[in-house]
């Protein structure tokens, strides 16, 4: 397919209703959780992004039956497959296929995982996820960059994270279920999509307690059954919504959306003087004519979201007075800095903090994304940036956002893709 670029003419102030699609990150590991059982499983609201498309070839490769039907909804039959192995073609346009290992290694007693490598917002390794795996029974080797994992009986055991890892956390979940005895993961992830996994697996039939706490234990069973599921809406693409409007000075609806998610988001945009009401299922986000700064620190939920970060920065480079956002989470979470120091931002970089003296207006440049949340940052820079913003490598937004230019232009932004 012909490159593709965006091109943004800034200036528009957002307005209107917007609804949130499926959440791709709870998408991708129930997806994987689906090996688990024989039975066809049904995951609705799936949202359709590259992302979730890959995670469909690599377990579609591992001899597994996925089909889309009604739009937006999988069907998953894992009843009859055999192959454990996840090629590298695969895992290097998709870290998150990881997350097949624990379900075939409880499924298959085997698993070949290509080693992912490290991607441009960090080196992120998967030595959490391998020593859970351990723990549990399984022989691990990494060969010519390839995970080999073998089995005969998994074991419950207990495991303790030296960082609450999202990935490791599902990874080990996953791979427990169908182990003998107890698994416990302390310093485990409290993230909306572990929680979600959580629900889904004890759907399936399977014995996990202490869901959204740093205590989770697992209690193996022998046999888990297929369940028809809806997945939660997307908190990232919500939160990237609410401050495409707080950035424009908008007024948008933001439906389908669960705001007891977006809580470490909603508090900053209110210290930075943007309105916000909540319903049920409901944000409403009005943005001032120019948002105070506000310093953020990115940590493990319930803290600040990583994936929140450079969106925020984006809104950050046009605020009122001086804001140190910190990154914790990923080492190298800031490329769309340079970018936006070509669009005019004031920003400066000492180790894992940026130092951002906000600017009166950003000026259109042609820009790159090099990452999905990063490439969202730049969007977000290009709406309110003087004249047109020519955004290229936007194949990283199509990992993450459905739509994205659809649902800005009927919000009003002047936005369209065109051919590179
Ligand atoms: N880490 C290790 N060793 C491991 C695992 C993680 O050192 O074995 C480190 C990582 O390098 C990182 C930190 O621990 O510094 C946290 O990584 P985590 O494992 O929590 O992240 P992940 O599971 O690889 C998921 C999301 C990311 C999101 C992070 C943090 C999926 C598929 N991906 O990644 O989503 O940023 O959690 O919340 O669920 C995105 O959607 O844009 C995205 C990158």
New binding site residues.
């Given amino acids: 397919m012909d490159p593709e670029k965006l091109i943004i003419s800034g200036g528009n102030r957002l307005q209107g209703t917007v609804k949130i699609n499926g959440a791709?990150?709870s998408a991708?590991?129930i997806m994987a959780a689906t090996l688990l059982t024989k039975d066809v499983c049904i995951l609705r609201n799936v949202p359709r992004l590259t992302?979730v498309d890959i995670m469909t070839k690599v377990i579609r490769k591992l001899g597994v039956k996925v089909e889309w039907k009604e739009d937006n909804n999988l069907y998953i039959d894992s009843d009859n497959f055999n192959n454990y192995e996840a090629p590298y073609e695969l895992v290097k346009m998709m870290?998150?296929s990881i997350?097949v290992m624990g379900p075939l290694l409880a499924r298959l007693k085997r698993a070949k995982i290509s080693l992912p490598g490290g991607c441009a917002?960090?080196?992120?390794?998967?030595?959490?996820?391998?020593k859970g795996f351990e723990a549990l029974g399984a022989q691990v080797e990494v060969e010519k960059g390839y995970i080999e994992a073998k089995v005969n009986i998994l074991k419950g055991d207990e495991i303790y994270l030296?960082?609450?890892?999202?990935?490791?956390t599902?990874n080990i979940m996953m791979a427990a279920c169908l182990a003998e005895g107890v698994t416990k993961i302390e310093n485990a992830?409290k993230?909306p999509?572990v929680v979600e996994l959580g629900h889904f697996l004890n759907k399936m039939g399977a014995k996990v307690e202490g869901l959204g706490t740093d205590l989770i234990e697992i209690e193996g069973v022998k046999k888990l059954h297929g369940v028809d599921y809806t997945i939660i809406p997307d908190r990232?693409e919500a939160g990237t919504y609410m401050i495409a409007a707080a950035i424009t000075g908008g007024d948008v609806l933001i439906e389908k959306v669960d705001p007891l998610l977006l809580k470490p988001l909603i508090v900053k945009l209110e210290e930075a003087g943007v309105r916000i009401e909540l319903e049920k299922s409901l944000i409403k986000v009005t943005g001032p004519h120019r948002v105070k700064a506000v310093d953020i620190k990115t940590l493990?939920?319930p803290g600040f979201?990583?994936?929140m970060q450079p969106q925020f920065m984006a809104l950050s480079c046009v605020a009122k007075g001086t804001s140190v956002i910190i990154e914790t989470?990923?080492?190298k979470r800031f490329t769309h800095i340079g970018d936006l120091i070509r669009m005019g931002a004031d920003i400066k970089v000492e180790g894992h903090s940026a130092i951002i003296k906000g600017v009166k207006k950003l000026s259109a440049a042609p820009v790159m994304a090099s990452?999905?949340?990063g490439g969202a940052a730049l969007v977000l820079a290009g709406l309110v940036a003087e004249g047109t913003t020519e955004l290229s490598r936007i194949y990283h937004l199509d990992r993450?956002y459905v739509n994205l230019e659809e649902k800005l232009t009927s919000l009003g932004a002047d936005i369209k893709r065109v051919k590179e």
């Fill in positions: 791709k990150n991708l590991s992302d870290r998150g997350l917002i960090g080196a992120r390794p998967v030595d959490y996820h391998l030296d960082f609450p890892s999202l990935g490791a599902e992830a993230d999509e990232i493990p939920f979201p990583t994936d989470v990923f080492e990452d999905l949340r993450g």
